[in-house]
């Protein structure tokens, strides 16, 4: 019996699954994709995913008998033939795993012909190449994966190698009914890979999805590898969960690492576009060049720099990434308050993190002997940094200037009055009232971030419409027509944020709105940042994150009702609350 003609049908289906994948990728982009995988995904979630994913390429499994026919596939698809591969270690272990056989016998390679968009976009097919030669036995695998198309994905690549945004992406996804389903880094192009299995069979036909980002995300990747089926493979072996738990383990290691980097102004003094010599960077920031050269391969590795090949061994080059570049105490939306803080302070009473849990009290408070708002009061530069961090996750901000009630408010016939309570140094203010020039504002705050306050709001060309007033809860201003508590009620146990939400009720006329703005916990349990903070807010402040259950329930208290809520970036949401309806006795007995 000859093996020609099957080999030939073989070829020609792969050759026809190429061509429709081809196709695809000229006609679709992100904006339009996300919502055929993600049924109901739209809103402020689906611009955040549209906003921080290009979609790169669609991606398939194909099993020619040879390079040349591989080759000849490709050309005949009108794809460059002559296109550079490399191994697939992903998809090589993925398919070992499934078929239980040695990866060694898999010569898995991974290419990506390039197919433009229709206005020209920088797009792709990933194609896995599994060399099926004829009586090879690997026919059964073939056949098996074509029917299957577990290898079959949309391809969506973040722009910017934020690990916060990424988890934050990553956890609108589940929000959405995406399932982890593995992972895995490729050290021949230093890239992270995160798969997702969609809700149900979706319209475009793909059930996977994967992103791509550029650089070792080790930390994100055991997160996403530990809610994945695949972590709970019973073939997954003990060495690989050991390797795991070790590199939770050393997530110590990289907070103060990032810390180290920006207490010694390491970005500061390097530079995206070009490296630097060790030696160089050690004269300049007066450091040991050989322990420098340490923690810059480090840093490397968690892609807060790259390492530049140098022709001369003991020379080592490095240059800042996009990433540690946020570092930098100049950069736009820095994060360097936050390395500080987290790398300081809240570092050390994370240490203690075991007498939190036992007694439910702080550990910061038994380690500094007050709580931390009484600590950073007393120290101005302490209290000027944290206020500076709050101001490092702006970037949560940037939807709700177009939230529905503050636009509303801006184009009601008389100007509005925006409040914000606890107002930290007016980033958030200052962002609506550049927005919206016909509102108003009043910041209330403690008296040295008021001025602070000051300060920024003038520079931003808006303070002129703020009033700006020092005091505390028991002071919010009444009369105004939209009220805003940003990250505030985290802060605080139940009785005090109860008292808090009643103080802004009585300030509050009939017709006023209040935001929320806090992370949620998730109520089934999904990755969130919520849970991370809810663990920050009990160690270190005596506070808690909650669901919006919650939150309706202590609105409620306050005399307040949950209207709404919606999500914003990095985790967070805004909730929409009014003052609850007073029942009509005259309606009742009627």
Do not use: K
Not at 154 to 168: C, K, M, Q, T, V
Not at 171 to 190: F, K, M, Q, S, T
Not at 384 to 392: G, K, P
């Amino acid at each position: 019996m000859t093996t020609t003609l099957p080999d030939e049908t073989m070829l020609l289906d792969d050759t026809a699954r190429l061509r429709a994948a081809a196709e695809f990728v000229r006609e679709h982009d992100s904006a339009a994709l996300l919502p055929l995988l993600l049924p109901g995904l739209g809103g402020p979630d689906l611009r955040a995913l549209a906003g921080h994913c290009r979609f790169a390429h669609a991606g398939l499994l194909l099993f020619p008998p040879d390079a040349e026919g591989l080759r000849t596939q490709l050309a005949d698809c009108g794809l460059a033939a002559d296109t550079p591969s490399h191994p697939s270690v992903v998809v090589r272990e993925r398919l070992a795993r499934r078929h239980r056989r040695d990866p060694a016998e898999l010569d898995v390679r991974i290419l990506r012909p390039q197919v433009p968009g229709t206005a020209g976009e920088r797009r792709a097919v990933e194609v896995f190449a599994l060399t099926v030669p004829p009586h090879s036995g690997l026919e059964r695998i073939a056949a098996y994966e074509r029917t299957r198309r577990h290898e079959a994905h949309l391809a969506f690549e973040i722009e910017h190698s934020d690990p916060l945004a990424l988890r934050g992406l990553c956890a609108i996804l589940v929000r959405h009914g995406a399932r982890p389903d593995g992972g895995g880094y490729n050290p021949h192009e230093d890239g992270t890979v995160l798969y997702f299995t969609t809700p149900a069979d979706p319209v475009c036909g793909y059930r996977r999805l994967e992103l791509y980002v550029r650089g070792d995300h080790r930390a994100a990747l055991a997160a996403h590898l530990d809610h994945s089926d695949e972590h709970h493979d019973p073939h997954r072996t003990a060495g690989q969960t050991a390797e795991t738990l070790l590199r939770l383990l050393t997530g110590a290691w990289t907070t103060q690492a990032l810390a180290a980097f920006a207490r010694l102004c390491l970005p500061d003094a390097m530079d995206t576009r070009a490296a630097h010599r060790t030696e160089d960077l050690a004269r300049m920031t007066g450091t040991h060049p050989r322990s420098l050269a340490t923690l810059l391969r480090y840093l490397a590795m968690l892609g807060a720099v790259a390492q530049d090949p140098d022709p001369d061994p003991d020379q080592d080059g490095f240059r800042l990434t996009e990433l540690g570049a946020l570092l930098r105490a100049d950069a736009p939306g820095s994060m360097r308050p936050l390395a500080l803080m987290y790398g300081g302070p809240f570092y050390r009473s994370f240490g203690d993190l075991d007498h939190a849990v036992r007694t439910g009290q702080p550990a910061f408070d038994r380690l500094f002997g007050e709580n931390h708002f009484d600590h950073f009061a007393r120290d101005p530069e302490l209290a000027a940094l944290f206020d500076r961090s709050m101001a490092a996750s702006s970037r949560m901000f940037e939807p709700l200037p177009g939230h529905p009630v503050i636009t509303a408010a801006a184009q009601a016939p008389a100007p509005a009055t925006v409040v914000d309570v606890a107002g930290g140094n007016g980033e958030l203010l200052g962002r609506i009232l550049t927005e919206h020039p016909r509102l108003r504002g009043v910041l209330l705050e403690r008296p040295h971030a008021v001025e602070a306050a000051r300060r920024l709001l003038d520079a931003a060309g808006c303070g002129a419409r703020c009033d700006f007033r020092a005091g505390d809860f028991a002071d919010v201003p009444d009369g105004g027509d939209v009220y805003v508590l940003s990250r505030v009620l985290h802060d605080w146990d139940d009785d005090r944020c109860r008292e808090i939400l009643r103080h802004c009720a009585r300030a509050m006329p009939a017709h006023a709105d209040l935001l929320v703005v806090e992370r949620l916990l998730p109520a089934d349990g999904s990755p969130s940042l919520a849970t991370a903070w809810d663990l920050h807010m009990l160690c270190n402040v005596g506070g808690r994150e909650r669901s919006a259950d919650h939150y309706a329930r202590l609105l409620a208290d306050a005399g307040l009702q949950l209207i709404g809520h919606s999500p914003l970036p990095l985790d967070a949401h805004v909730l929409h609350a009014r003052r609850a309806a007073v029942p009509d006795p005259t309606a009742r007995r009627n």
